[in-house]
Structures are given as structure tokens and as C-alpha cells.
């Protein structure tokens, strides 16, 4: 089993920027790949970006990138999404999953979730 755990949400001006944390613990994959995705309100879950642990290799949704950045501290087993230039339409809750292998944007790719953490950005 894996536990993750997300922090970091909240209101945000547009414009602003908010830091999300996503810490790892149990019996984590040897090659694993974390994903961030998000859901608004009626809507289905949307991928935002993943990285490969191992790797450090990165993947974007078009509507974050140049944005958003998702980085890894091996010593913390944290990974970040860092989130800048905020929009109302980023307003949704994000949750972080992880996988084994490579990135995938497919959200049923991902084996083990966290319970999410709420951004809300006003304008």
C-alpha cells in the first residue's frame, strides 16, 4: 500500500500562486510515476502533470504549461506543484496519484490516490 497526502491548497487572488505538496509513504514503487490531476465541480477528472521519480522526466497538460512546474525531493518523498499566474478556471480540487512505470495522462493508469486538497481562485 501507498499513502499519499496533499496539502498546500486555498484561495488565491488571479494572478497569484500557491504551492502544492504531495508526500509519499509506504511501500512506494521502485520506478514510480507521480501524476497531479484535478476536478472542478460537474466536471471529470483532468490531468495537469506527472513526473517520472527515477527519471525527473515531466509531462503537461497544454493548459498549465509555462505555468506550472511539478518537481521531486528524493530525501522528503514530496512532490510539488508549483503553481503560478493562477486563473479562476484552475479552481478545483487536485489530487496526486502514483503508478509504476512511465507517465501517463490517463487517470485509471494510476494505482493509488491521495484525498486531495482544495484551490480556489477568485477574480
Known amino acids: 500500500q501507498v499513502q499519499l497526502v496533499e496539502s498546500g491548497g486555498g484561495l488565491v487572488q488571479a494572478g497569484g500562486s500557491l504551492r502544492l505538496s504531495c508526500v509519499a509513504s509506504?511501500?512506494?514503487?521502485?520506478?514510480?510515476?507521480v501524476g497531479w490531476f484535478r476536478q472542478a465541480p460537474g466536471k471529470g477528472r483532468e490531468f495537469v502533470a506527472a513526473?517520472?521519480?527515477?527519471?525527473?522526466?515531466?509531462d503537461y497538460a497544454d493548459s498549465v504549461k509555462g505555468r506550472f512546474t511539478i518537481s521531486r525531493d528524493n530525501a522528503k518523498i514530496t512532490v510539488y506543484l508549483q503553481m503560478n499566474s493562477l486563473k479562476p478556471e484552475d479552481t478545483a480540487a487536485y489530487y496526486c496519484?502514483?503508478?509504476?512505470?512511465?507517465?501517463?495522462?490517463?487517470?485509471?493508469?494510476?494505482?493509488?490516490w491521495g484525498q486531495g486538497t482544495q484551490v480556489t481562485v477568485s477574480s
Open positions: 509506504g511501500r512506494i514503487f521502485s520506478s514510480p510515476a
Open positions: 513526473i517520472s521519480w527515477s527519471l525527473g522526466t515531466t
Open positions: 496519484a502514483v503508478r509504476q512505470g512511465r507517465l501517463s495522462r490517463a487517470s485509471n493508469a494510476y494505482d493509488y
